[in-house]
């Protein structure tokens, strides 16, 4: 047995897009067997879709496929075709883990239910991450992370009082794949004791929501409905993005107690307007937010957006540079020193850099292996574990179901 | 509020952490988990933040706190003291997994550091959840939720249309935190199926700047290209959030042969409430490419859209987005998300007890419906100190002399 912590787990796993991959590519850097089932005939967006390296499209050149199908093998399967379906069947008997996001009841209606598979694998742990789940009157939606957003309550709260809520991006793809990892492995551990394996029906939407808890809990108890409110805090002033030297430049600055405040007046100089008594105290400072920002950012202005960080950092005050891509992954000692980017060879990119888990187990932390080409283990798979001869792969091809 | 068996009801977990970790603990007790929160006598700095219950800000009334609590028990102890230390140490020996977010090397400090508390139990998770890690040149560095979007989830800020703006994170509660901590328990159950193996503990060191590090930046690595805020790659403005009767609604326009899916059914819907002009009858969607059309089209349908949705609400356009399969979601409120259909017909809400306050108050529930086990409320957040006496009599055998002077001593 080797060192990883889903050494010898097997999975197989039919999801495309972002959740699924996002959340397979944790069990995979883990170190679980993780076949990806696809198809050209119902592409993983990301497979077809920009940005591809050196902007030149091809299936195996896109950087968001790459990044979050790490570790994983692929495998092309034309599942319309009856004789694919009895390939997986008898797969469904090696895998102990078996993963969907299709929109709800797209499983069942493929043939390949939870109740399908418990009768082939009575023990199988299978995960799917619909939008909205498997069951209720919503559950067929399909959707994308952008919308998964919105009808969560996270645009409400997203971006300035006085303008329509503000975009940000496909949030809940971030926090979907999260849940779903999570109950798999306990799911596993759980078989592990029990011999029990179950149906997780995983929910974006109800995952999603969790993140805004505080303020449902506000409205069942005091009527309160929560609404974006810019950078603003109810416990920190100041507190926002303060502009720097250059284009496009920031420096965010959160200060919640009056030692935090006292440092920020020495490191700028404890220049006279410090010591209005406007901003004296928490809530005087929180009352003159404006003039408060519009008083600091006149010092962030003159400084370059890293020295302003680290300045303030240094002197115990809370701040950050807010990381542009090129930032993000080669002006950034912390996570180099913690080598989050991880340089991977790869036959139709030369080097990538995908990044890692996010945490760091000290005995058996993931290893990333960089992501497959569409197909590549067709064969192998199919002979090793299906146990097909090169004949029968033979007449596959010429049935036009490896695809 | 149930007593069924969960996931992780064969743990036991010790919850040390602030604002920062809170949340994992709770995810690992809806789970099933036997979870103690362990505050600093007088209780946790958290519940000095609001929301209140009724609004009366009472360290035992945060909302905040009770959200972030579920399905844990509580005790004070200072672990700062030699006798509280102790007392931690004994608790070690029983607990699967250990949580905690102070500044790293803290624990060291204390002689309860992974190395050390490996001696107690070798069987032990140590989950460490910190602003950047354990280790690198920031470790010690603060990390408020405003600095982590900033150094961690940046490239996605500068996503978010805001030009005209400074870039702006999701506001109220710290949105870094919750993926901390979730992500804490995705490390947490790793390190515990390598243990189902090996019989072995270790060390989870979750750094939040790299859990909020989620936004591909692919294209930087692979075409050295940085994108100006705000902007995309498609050279056209086109409309993603649409004001409607009482509120937004999200949608997006797309063409092609996906268009049949998406906009035809809507075009259709707005066609035969009368808001569709003889070009918008006539319009091939399966030709539109919402990146290589003219700003003229977008502008045109897209005043036509506007003119029909103002005239429904957010959930008489879901009804018609479900009804016809168009992909249109509301921009939900708290007030939406508790009147969902869905949500309701899955049994989300869970409503849990709060006898002190003689009321009786409606949570988020499981994020899964699983099918065994599925994470359930099992108890609304702890009380200050409220399990002291089951836990240090009852479980310790701690006599009530001896916690008496442990109080008198500020230990408990």
């Not at chain 1, 794949?177 to 394996?197: E, M, Q, S």
Request: aromatic share 10%.
């Amino acid at each position: 047995m080797g060192n990883l912590p889903l050494e010898g787990v097997n999975v197989l796993d039919f999801t495309w897009v972002w959740t699924g991959p996002t959340t397979t590519k944790v069990l995979a850097d883990f170190g679980a067997t993780v076949f990806k089932i696809e198809s050209d005939k119902r592409w993983d967006v990301w497979r077809i879709s920009p940005p591809f390296k050196d902007d030149e499209q091809g299936v195996n050149r896109g950087a968001i496929f790459n990044s979050i199908n790490t570790s994983k093998k692929s495998v092309t399967l034309d599942l319309s075709h009856s004789k694919a379906k009895e390939i997986i069947k008898k797969w469904v008997t090696w895998a102990d883990v078996v993963t969907d996001n299709f929109a709800g009841g797209a499983m069942e209606r493929m043939g390949l239910g939870y109740e399908v598979l418990r009768e082939i694998k009575p023990d199988i742990i299978m995960m799917s991450s619909a939008l909205m789940g498997q069951t209720g009157p919503w559950h067929n939606s399909p959707g994308y992370g952008d919308q998964l957003s919105a009808i969560s309550g996270l645009h409400e709260i997203s971006g300035w009082p006085d303008r329509i809520p503000g975009e940000i991006g496909f949030y809940t793809d971030f926090i979907a794949p999260r849940f779903n990892a999570l109950t798999i492995l306990a799911a596993l551990d759980y078989r592990r004791r029990t011999g029990k394996g179950q149906y997780l029906d995983c929910a974006q939407h109800q995952g999603g929501v969790q993140y805004v808890a505080p303020s449902l809990l506000d409205y069942v108890v005091n009527d309160r409905i929560a609404t974006r409110q810019g950078n603003d805090d109810d416990y920190a002033a100041p507190h926002g993005s303060y502009p720097c030297k250059g284009e496009d430049r920031w420096c965010v600055i959160a200060i919640s107690t009056d030692e935090e405040w006292s440092s920020f007046c020495d490191v700028i100089g404890n220049p006279d307007w410090t010591k209005d008594s406007k901003f004296s105290t928490l809530d005087s400072r929180k009352a003159n937010r404006e003039a408060l920002d519009e008083h600091v950012a006149s010092w962030t202005v003159n400084e370059t957006d890293e020295d302003a960080m680290t300045t303030l950092q240094n002197a115990g005050v809370p701040a950050g540079r807010i990381n542009d891509p090129r930032d993000h992954m080669d002006n950034n000692p912390q996570m180099a020193f913690r080598e989050f980017y991880q340089e991977r060879e790869h036959p139709e990119l030369g080097t990538y850099r995908p990044p890692r888990q996010p945490c760091i187990l000290s005995k058996s932390p993931c290893e990333i292996k960089r992501a497959p080409l569409m197909g590549e283990h067709n064969e192998s798979a199919l002979k090793e574990i299906i146990g097909l001869t090169d004949d029968d792969i033979e007449e596959l091809v010429v049935e036009d179901i490896l695809h | 509020m149930t007593e069924n068996e969960g996931l992780l009801s064969a743990y036991r977990v010790l919850d040390l952490t602030d604002e920062k970790g809170l949340f994992c603990g709770k995810l690992m007790g809806d789970m099933g988990a036997d979870v103690i929160k362990i505050e600093r006598p007088g209780g946790d700095a958290v519940r000095n933040k609001g929301p209140f219950y009724k609004d009366q800000v009472d360290p035992e009334k945060s909302l905040y706190w009770f959200s972030l609590n579920t399905s844990k028990r509580g005790i004070t102890l200072d672990i700062d003291k030699p006798e509280g230390l102790d007392v931690f140490k004994r608790l070690v020996k029983s607990a699967d997994f250990v949580i905690e977010s102070f500044t790293p090397g803290y624990m060291e400090s204390l002689g309860i550091g992974y190395a050390d508390l490996e001696k107690i139990n070798p069987e032990v998770i140590l989950v460490s959840i910190t602003p950047f890690g354990q280790t690198g040149p920031y470790s010690q560095w603060k990390g408020p939720d405003m600095v982590m979007w900033a150094l961690g989830a940046g490239p996605f800020m500068r996503t978010f249309d805001s030009q005209d703006r400074p870039p702006f994170r999701i506001s109220h509660h710290p949105q870094t935190y919750f993926h901390a901590g979730t992500e804490a328990v995705v490390g947490a159950m790793a390190a515990l199926n390598y243990r189902g193996r090996t019989g072995e503990g270790q060390q989870v060191d979750v750094s939040i700047q790299e859990c909020v590090s989620w936004h591909p930046i692919g294209d930087y690595d692979f075409n050295n290209r940085v994108m100006k805020r705000g902007t995309t790659l498609n050279p056209l403005k086109v409309t993603h959030i649409w004001p409607c009767k009482d509120g937004y609604v999200m949608w997006r326009y797309t063409g092609g042969p996906a268009a049949q899916r998406h906009s035809t059914p809507l075009a259709n819907w707005i066609i035969e409430e009368g808001f569709g002009d003889d070009w918008f009858k006539e319009f091939n969607w399966e030709e539109f490419n919402h990146f290589s059309s003219t700003q003229e089209v977008v502008d045109h349908m897209e005043k036509l859209t506007n003119d029909f949705f103002v005239t429904k609400t957010k959930s008489e356009l879901m009804e018609g987005a479900i009804r016809f399969r168009i992909m249109l979601y509301p921009i939900s409120t708290a007030k939406d998300l508790l009147e969902s259909p869905q949500l309701e017909a899955r049994g989300f809400w869970t409503d849990v007890a709060h006898p002190e306050l003689d009321d009786t108050i409606r949570y988020p529930g499981k994020w899964g419906n699983n099918s065994e086990t599925p994470p359930t409320i099992s108890r609304r957040a702890p009380l200050i100190g409220e399990h002291n006496e089951e836990i240090y009599t009852g479980e310790l055998g701690i006599s009530k002399e001896t916690r008496r002077e442990l109080k008198d001593a500020g230990v408990i």
